[in-house]
Structure formats: structure tokens, C-alpha cells
């Protein structure tokens, strides 16, 4: 299967009172794209009293693919450790546009490109959906928002905060890593197209086989 690996990919996050600051902030404190892995770089917290709150998530930017390759199916490969217990995230699209820049909650959260998914420490091989698909198979670059659960949980519910001692955390090795840089392993079609006369004119989109 061939393979992608990202062309940019980094950790953004907050903390803060208000949860609901943390929602809507157009940037965060911590900004990063160049380290090899980081600690809690997916998290939602909250201390015992519930006055401070922290939310730290993951942004992976994939180059664009020759625009006649034609995949039907892709697997988003992520290397994670000191996962939380029942951890989930989901994989939102990216709206980021410059990649020096702070892109904290730059994401579609009604665009999903994987819904809840559990997470373990090491490898995770997550199934991209047909949406993500799309989205590979289009003109232009790939790029995905890993976030906490309960981030997609607060953003429809009024962002509503998280419970007193709320703790999801996992760290996060990126492409600069040598051994455990994420990648995507995707299939193309192996079909065939058999004219035996007259013409087919495609005058936009794909035929996937």
C-alpha cells in the first residue's frame, strides 16, 4: 500500500478559567512544529475545583496526491504513549492556511474524518471515513485536527465545561521522529476502464473502480 507521511505537523493548546475562552480562542500559549514528540499534545483537564482548564490538540498537513490517483480506502497511523485510560479523540478537518502560524481551533468540529475512537499506548492504526477520502482524492493538501473527545462532546452542548478533576491525556510523536513519524497507508483502485468504441468524456470528478 502507499504510503503518506506529513508535510507539517505540531501541537497547539490553552489553559485558562474558562472553558468556554478555550473553545473560541483564535490562538493558543503553546504553539509548536517542530518537536519530535510532547507530552500531553492531545488533552482535556480540569482541576479539583473546576477554575482551570487546559486543551491541547494535534495538526497533521499531508501533501496533495496526483490528482488521477483514486483511493478507496486509508488508515491513519499514530504513535502514542501515557495514554488515559479510555481515552478518546476524533480527527476533524483542518482550515489552517499558514503554517507558521498558531492555529488553535483552525478546524471544522462538524467535519469529521474519524468519529470517537479509543486509543492505546504504541501504535493506532485508525480507519479514515469516506469524507477523509474525499478529501485525499481532491486537489490541494490533507489536513486533520486530532482532538479530545469531549472537545466535539462541549461544542455541541453550549461548550459545556468539563467535570471537576477531568483528565484525558496522550503524548505524541511526530514526523520529525526518526522511528514513529504518523503516516497514512492508503489503497488505490485496481480496476479497469474497457472502451470497445466511441468516446467517454469526464468533464469533472472521478470514476473510482
Known amino acids: 500500500m502507499p504510503t503518506l507521511t506529513p508535510d507539517w505537523d505540531g501541537y497547539v493548546g490553552a489553559g485558562t478559567g474558562n472553558w468556554a475562552t478555550l473553545m473560541t480562542a483564535a490562538s493558543g500559549k503553546t504553539f509548536n512544529h517542530t518537536a519530535e514528540s510532547a507530552a500531553g ?3 482535556v483537564s ?6 482551570l482548564h487546559f486543551k491541547n490538540e494535534v495538526f497533521l498537513e499531508f501533501g496533495a496526491l496526483n490528482s488521477l490517483t483514486l483511493i478507496t480506502s486509508a488508515k491513519l497511523y499514530i504513535y502514542l504513549a501515557n495514554v488515559t485510560s479510555g481515552m478518546e479523540i476524533r480527527g476533524v478537518k483542518g482550515t489552517f492556511t499558514n503554517n507558521t502560524s498558531n492555529n488553535f481551533n483552525d478546524f471544522d468540529i462538524d467535519e469529521d474524518y474519524f468519529t470517537a475512537t479509543t486509543i492505546t499506548n504504541g501504535w493506532n492504526a485508525i480507519t479514515l471515513n469516506s469524507d477523509a477520502i474525499l478529501a485525499l482524492s481532491s486537489a490541494g493538501a490533507f489536513k486533520i485536527f486530532l482532538v479530545e473527545e469531549f472537545v466535539h462532546t462541549s461544542a455541541g452542548n453550549s461548550n459545556a465545561q468539563p467535570d471537576a478533576n477531568y483528565l484525558k491525556s496522550a503524548d505524541f510523536y511526530f514526523s520529525e521522529h526518526a522511528s514513529f513519524s504518523p503516516y497514512i497507508d ?3 483502485s485496481s480496476g479497469t476502464i474497457k472502451l470497445n468504441s466511441g468516446l467517454a468524456q469526464l468533464t469533472s470528478g472521478k470514476i473510482i473502480l
Open 41 to 43: 499534545a492531545i488533552k
Open 46 to 51: 480540569a482541576n479539583s475545583n473546576n477554575t
Open 186 to 188: 492508503y489503497t488505490e
